[in-house]
């Protein structure tokens, strides 16, 4: 838990991106890697990526670069097994089911295992793929099944209290797509993804 | 153009995050709020907040706060019109489609326009809402009319490629959900949002 402490976010969540650029070469049966050639792959520059993989050690040859099977596994290691977790969705309206329908996030080991809605009978353009449970048996299945992982996809002004009982439930990651900031205590980890506000700063950019 | 190229990136990200809040707060009746109070909502330390607001002049009194009405006027301005922009859809796959049914683009002032896709007649699980038109035609209809920002979810190994044909054709700005970085040139900005990479990210935290 100390060395965790100690390794910044964002490098934890560059190393999913290395990884992903690893598997990619290993797939094209590519052996050994530059470190310029795979921070230019992942878009980072070759500093950073240095940087982030020193953490875990020494791996890089100079004149020869990254064994790619090795950095893969050790990357593999760092971020655990914890991919192989159920995931729960609550909110299960436009944007919640429009997620359930994308197969992207078992691809990657995750697996949506249920979700919730306060009208799990309403009518939905797609036909979920998971069964649909009321709002109020939530608490219930974490605990039942032990599950860490969340997607909340509610309206704004219920998403904090819906974090809240998540919390409570035992909950310890959330990835909120509800445009909200959310407080929760130091042990639960939250990741926004805000859709609007990617596309309002992007066009900031484009006038 | 030369003001715009010293505010940072995130910055502008944070201030459509800011923009939010206050419009939460005019819609509460609340006429000043504080700096800190803004930072809280918006999940940002106050520090930051001020110096983001500093960019574009001096507007807290102290003691009071902030005006909400005079800051958000503020924000829009910087933020600009650009935000009612024409989008399109490229790649109207299983994310692709599932983008199009959720509706907060559009409550956000971005209408999607239409998609394009490389078989626009292949079964979805969606009615689209869009005309959904083949692949080759995105240049002729970006030109035609004046598209500069589009949505991008198509399958990595075509990402690069397709993002080519897109800033050849005049887009400015991507948002990317293909898991991959993309290479533009310096007068294009893309944003990428990974929802795999996310959930990975998250399940570190939780062990």
């Known amino acids: 838990m100390n060395a965790k402490a100690e390794i910044p976010r964002k490098t934890i969540y560059r190393l999913s991106i290395y990884q992903r650029c690893l ?6 049966g590519q052996d050994t890697v530059s470190s310029d050639a795979l921070s230019k792959a992942a878009g980072v520059k070759s500093t950073q990526l240095r940087k982030d993989i020193a953490y875990f050690g020494q791996f890089g040859t100079r004149g020869l670069g990254y064994n790619v099977q090795t950095l893969s596994s050790v990357i593999t290691e760092v971020l655990g097994t914890a991919r192989l977790q159920p995931v729960i969705l609550v909110g299960a309206g436009n944007l919640g ?8 996030f078992n691809k990657e080991g995750f697996e949506i295992t249920a979700a919730f809605d ?3 009978d309403r009518p939905r353009p797609v036909a979920l793929k998971v069964p649909i449970y009321r709002h109020d048996k939530i608490a219930e299945f974490i605990k039942l099944h032990g599950v860490k992982m969340a997607i909340l996809a509610v309206p704004v002004h219920c998403a904090q209290s819906v974090a809240n009982d998540l919390v409570d439930a035992g909950i310890q ?3 909120n797509f509800s445009p909200t900031f959310l407080e929760v205590p130091e042990h639960v980890t939250v990741n926004s993804v805000d859709l609007a506000v990617e ?3 992007l066009s900031y950019f484009i006038r």
Do not use: F, H, K
């Open 23 to 28: 598997q990619r070469l290993a797939d094209n």
């Open 97 to 104: 089911s429009a997620l359930l329908g994308y197969n992207g």
């Open 118 to 120: 306060l009208d799990p």
């Open 173 to 175: 990651a959330i990835l």
């Open 199 to 201: 596309l309002e700063n």
